[in-house]
């Protein structure tokens, strides 16, 4: 039955007008109250009337002298692990008895690996492990102190924040251990959810807000704390139960729901945006037989586009220091703290030396507020153009040409390739933002010539020619029929301001009841609205990705720029902005959220559990 179209979709949460986890994680938690001079939780420093914006009063950060470092000239994927024949193999269930988290049982187990309650065998899957540990002595630059950041670190100590290369119908098997220090004291907390944004994967693995762990304290949708906690990355096609897997299909699902740029954060509640901004963020990228990873790949179904060592990765945090160059962050203010200084990697104005050649650069906004328009300058300020291949975790239907900028909401990804051959030898380029931002409110326009926040020079000749492509055609994209549309359910989402803090319909994040329930193998049409007065949300949702139909402003439809014309799954809201989206719900049941991806927005409770039935 089709529903009202403006049907309210948090109904049978509980205790809709208080936050009800804990009391806010016990006023995010008190210990952290000696650190930061904390407003109440329920009010602002600055009311929603109010046009003084917040982190005007603060001063900012320390200067620093640009380009005195640089980054490394490749993004070298991480080692894998053997943990089939650790002594604590992976199993479907839980290993509480030896130290793993209670997390519910892996979904489909014996479908990827022959037995229920048989722990992965040798060459089953590709196995990883990953510490999420604190390092005392991180340099963001050379002017400023050493200081404290958390990282998640592989089994060689200079794997910090590493990238896992991984391909569809291979797999992952991710084990996190848990060794941040309990009695830590400043922004953020040692308990730790990882989610690996957006991929298909299973609910106990996707990184549920509540499924915090750590030896010490266990979330409130677990049932027992843990020093580590297995992950299952499936690596197949959304859509696996529709089109299964066969002699055609090996993968199984559909392969026009194939990801490309992923990445993997902290998800704890109520403590996004201090965990990530500690430094607890990476990427994970997805290859298929089109996207294959290798330029020089034969099969004929291959895009070919630059490939490792030309395949860069970049994440971009938005970071504030105070007078002692030491970072600073209020988890406790509901409109957080807007950084001034924007590191690339975990470096402030670096320097990338590259070949002359063409290069995939993956941007990551990984947050935790601020918004970009990314430009590629020459010194004297001259756009230099690129093809736009992938928005999201999706390569485009089609490449866009001659693109002069990038426009990136908190968790956004864009891909794009830039030939570099085209430029002497000796060439200096400039990535500068000119998106202009003066709060966590959002950007209020675009200004030249921007910041500077990453210089590019070419320095050499490539090891060898330049087979890469970048083909008009990336891949195809399945759209909903008129049939589909027609029978839809249209479920409406409005984004907003109460109480001080965050809302979605009225209501404030509730783990532990649903705000919507969707069955196995169904489909809605989801209206996002943002009625929040002065503030623009990135909208993510977990698990599926949708397809934006209609855009408006002000209840005026406006076009669906090109960018915006794949599968996404964050949908950037303006003020009094709104979109309406195709969303099918497939393969693996349980519970899921939808939030502002503007982390302090979700951590104040701009979050919605939804579960699917069956």
Known sequence: MKSNEHESSQGNATDSDSPSNESRRAFFKTTGATILAAPAILTSRKSAAQEVMPDESLPPSPPTRPWLRELPEAIEPLEQTDLANHVYPPNCDPNIQNGECGRDSHQRWEEFFGVQDRPIQPGQADTYDLRATAIEDHEFHPDYAKQLVWHYVGEDEHDVNPT???????????????????????????????????????????????????????????????????????????????????????????YREALGTLWYHDHCLDFTAANATRGLAGFYLLYDELDSGNEHDPNPKALRLPSHKYDYTMAFQDKRFGADTIQIHDQFDPEGTLGDKVTVNGIIEPVLKVASRKYRLRLLNAGPSRFYQFHLVTPNNVQQPFTYIANDGNLLPRSLLNRKNVRLGVAERADIVVDFSAYPLGTELYLVNRAEQNSTRGPKGVKGPGMRVLKIIVDREPDEPDVSQVPTKLRPIRRPTAAELAAAPVRYWRFERKNGMWAINAKFMNVHSAGANMGLGSFEIWELDNRSGGWTHPVHIHFEEGLILKRYVSDVEVPVPGYEKGRKDVYRLGHNEKVRLFMRFRDFPGKYVMHCHNMIHEDHAMMVRWDILG
């Open 164 to 254: 896992i290369h991984a391909r569809y119908g291979r797999p992952v098997i991710l084990r996190l251990h848990n060794e941040l220090p309990a009695n830590h004291s400043g922004f953020g907390t040692p308990e730790i959810s990882l989610h690996l944004h957006n991929l298909h994967t299973p609910s106990e693995s996707d990184g549920f807000p509540g499924d915090y762990f750590s030896p010490t304290k266990t979330g409130p949708t677990l049932t027992a704390l843990g020093h580590w906690k297995d992950h299952f990355y499936p690596n197949v096609y959304a859509g696996y139960d529709e089109f299964p897997k066969s002699a055609k299909n090996p993968v199984g699902g559909d």
